[in-house]
């Protein structure tokens, strides 16, 4: 079946630098766009971040913007969300999906972009 799997969540300090993974089984991630999403307790879900399958447009939350980045290594498909400075308001589940919509720029809504496939998640905790 077509998967995803996330990877990299951890107890961190504020300040640090982690790095989680997407990795895809089943097809390629190459030819969809992809977000990253987190949820915590007794919060909504909220779009993190988004990146085309063409690698050139991505798209940030404004919580995050300037300290997280999005990437991806179509050759071991693999989609990255590197989180620099992280701070304890990041606390939370943290969850990969695609896209099956064909478009040039991706969003951060769910439901408009039809993100399907989600991943289980993993959990980042950030504590002094």
């Known amino acids: 079946q077509l998967q995803l799997a996330e990877s990299g969540g951890a107890l961190v300090q504020p300040g640090e630098s982690p790095r989680l993974a997407c990795v895809a089984s089943?097809?390629?991630?190459?030819?969809?766009?992809v977000g990253w999403f987190r949820q915590a307790p007794g919060r909504e879900r909220e779009g993190v971040s988004c990146i085309t399958m063409s690698g050139w447009n991505t798209n940030y939350a404004e919580s995050v913007e300037g300290r997280f980045t999005i990437s991806r290594d179509d050759a071991n498909n693999v989609v990255y969300l590197h989180m620099d400075d992280v701070k304890p308001e990041d606390t939370a589940r943290y969850h990969c999906?695609?896209?099956?919509?064909?478009?040039?720029?991706?969003?951060?809504?769910?439901?408009?972009?039809?993100?399907?496939?989600w991943g289980p998640g993993t959990q980042v905790t950030v504590s002094s």
């Open positions: 999906a695609v896209s099956p919509l064909i478009l040039r720029q991706c969003t951060l809504n769910s439901e408009s972009d039809t993100y399907q496939n």
């Open positions: 089943g097809f390629t991630l190459d030819r969809y766009n």
